[in-house]
DNA sequence: CTATATTAGTGTTGTTTCTACACTAACGAA
DNA sequence: TTCGTTAGTGTAGAAACAACACTAATATAG
């Protein structure tokens, strides 16, 4: 039976392999992070980075998306790796190398889903997070940071935002990551100043005061700068 | 014997895991990284580069420091992680997943050590070098991107240049990094204006020319203005 | 229907940073 | 003494950045 079940061999021992996603989403103009309880050893409980074991059949990025959906239904457009975490006393059970990726998604589309897919999958404050599991808190931290760094010089914030938004929707996702207010009038000048953003003939409906106009990024438009030498910054 | 052999067992199939250094380093101004010809399976005779795989007692970087040491006899003082490159068909042998790491050396330091404890680790130009094995063409191809992004931001330059230098060393290996051409006045009014060189009572040597003045990178100022907030920028 | 509360939207000015650019100084070798 | 070579220096115009306050539009409360 255990002969049946232990039954992968080789010649020299291996670390297991796992990935971790620290998704962001944005509620509300504050900053949000993802997470499951965990329900089993070790740190039952205590609430996690959605994650698990690579199988053999797919890449690094698969995994991390099939843990994704398989733990709380979420289906990110915007993933990237983050880091590898190999310390060696990062997981009780063993030698555990974890490969941390990080996603953007559009809380609007996934709100509901999360809630209903997954029993104990949880969005919270990108800061006020209780302590998770395993190195989780600093594998948050390092998306956090990273994050914060490319968000300046890539056009990613678009990821956290519906299709459609007002600037005073994007300027406070820059606040909310940033961590720091901006300047109104100066933002707009430059972000409209790049021509990525493309004006709609659509203004916000049933508000108690002055309608804001919608915006949409031009991705087209974008790619089209950037072919020509142009790079996004912020 | 078989049995003696494959003797590490598990309940669920697990990926190889191994580490790979992209390791620059400058040579007369021209940006240089360290290979290993390779003498067995797979890519036997193929350049490639130095890395093996991860041991039970040894976290990442700790494996990549050792490999590196072993096969070239490089101890570099910066060394970062770059990637990891989890593929399903990159290894030919079966599924390895590799994490890739990027080291900066000071040349002077390494050369003659490489050429004499590792028989077949050579240097090559950052850009000239021959189609090497697995897809370490791509490892190289973003560890080379990596510090292009990395070198305006953060004062790790100086780990490619000897202790002494001169402006014109510096600027040439912003050139060499950066593949553009700086100019010179700008280049010295910028880096002299941070403060963050001491200048020395020291001029070069045996030139037959005006002697240049040398100048040393001051790391606990640079970390003081850090601290107060300041950021290198190139 | 008027007043109020709330968010949208808009320009200018002074400061700083960036870019382009050319000559003199110092030294050894010929 | 001359020549070749690299070191070392300043200015001016352009662009980007930072600071700053009022009017416009809409729903709601009185």
Redesign the interface.
């Known amino acids: 039976m255990t002969e049946q ?13 796992a990935v971790d996603c620290v998704v962001f989403g944005l509620d509300e103009g504050a900053l949000q992070v993802l997470l499951i309880q965990r329900d089993a050893h070790p740190f039952a409980g205590r609430w996690a980075l959605p994650g698990g ?2 199988r ?6 698969q995994a991390a998306r099939r843990e994704l959906a398989e733990e709380t239904g979420v289906r990110p457009a915007y993933l990237e ?1 983050l ?2 975490f ?3 006393a990062r997981d009780p059970r063993g ?1 555990v ?1 974890s ?1 941390a990726y990080w996603a953007l998604v559009k809380l609007s589309d996934h709100r509901t889903k999360a809630a209903t897919d997954a029993r104990d999958a949880a969005w919270f404050p990108a800061h006020g997070t209780p302590r998770l599991a395993f190195d989780h808190d600093r594998i948050l931290d390092q998306a956090r940071s990273r994050l914060q760094a490319k968000v300046r010089y890539q056009p990613i914030g678009f990821e956290l935002l519906p299709p459609k938004f007002k600037l005073s929707q994007l300027q406070q996702l820059y606040e909310a990551v940033l961590e720091k207010p901006l300047d109104k009038r100066n933002f707009r000048k430059k972000i409209l100043g790049m021509g990525v953003l493309e004006e709609l003939d659509e203004v916000e409906r049933d508000v108690a005061h002055r309608a804001a106009r919608l915006y949409r990024f031009d991705r087209k438009r974008y790619q089209e700068l950037v072919r020509r030498g142009w790079s996004f910054e912020i």
Request: overall charge negative.
């Open positions: 079940l232990l039954s992968y061999t080789y010649e020299h021992p291996r670390p297991a392999l074991f690579v053999m059949d797919e890449s690094l990025e790796q880091y590898t190999g310390e060696l030698r190398v490969v």
